[in-house]
Nanobody, 132 residues
């Protein structure tokens, strides 16, 4: 199992910036891709940004050029730098990771049995409110 805890949410004026953090614990050796999702009131949860263990990031069109996702594999942390925030960015932001299954080679290491079949993990979310 992997536990994810988000922090950094809050109230910010339109045009402002916030930095979200996500701390992962538990079977972190199993972690593969990580990402941020968000869910606004009355809307479905949507992908904001995604970052593999190595390689290129991906962003929702609505945040391209404004948000930057990054990760520190040594610290098992994920970040989302948000700038030029808009009213429509108001949402609960969730940290997500997909763990790779046992037997997968990640960073040259063969993942142990405790990684199981691999699965999705979610944090409890942090609220970002953008005001006018």
């Amino acid at each position: 199992q992997v536990q994810l805890v988000e922090s950094g949410g809050g109230l910010v004026q339109a045009g402002g910036s916030l930095r979200l953090s996500c701390a992962a614990s538990g079977n972190t050796i199993c972690i593969s891709a990580m990402g941020w999702y968000r869910q606004a009131p009355g809307k479905v949860r949507e992908l904001v940004a995604r970052i593999p263990r190595e390689g290129s990031t991906a962003y929702a069109d609505s945040v391209k050029g404004r948000f930057t996702i990054s990760r520190d594999n040594a610290k098992n942390e994920l970040y989302l730098q948000m700038t030029s925030l808009k009213l429509e960015d108001t949402a609960v932001y969730y940290c997500h990771t997909t763990t790779a299954p046992a037997g997968t080679v990640v960073d040259g290491d063969l993942l142990p049995d405790r990684c199981g079949f691999g699965m999705d993990h979610w944090g409890k979310g942090t609220l970002v409110t953008v005001s006018s």
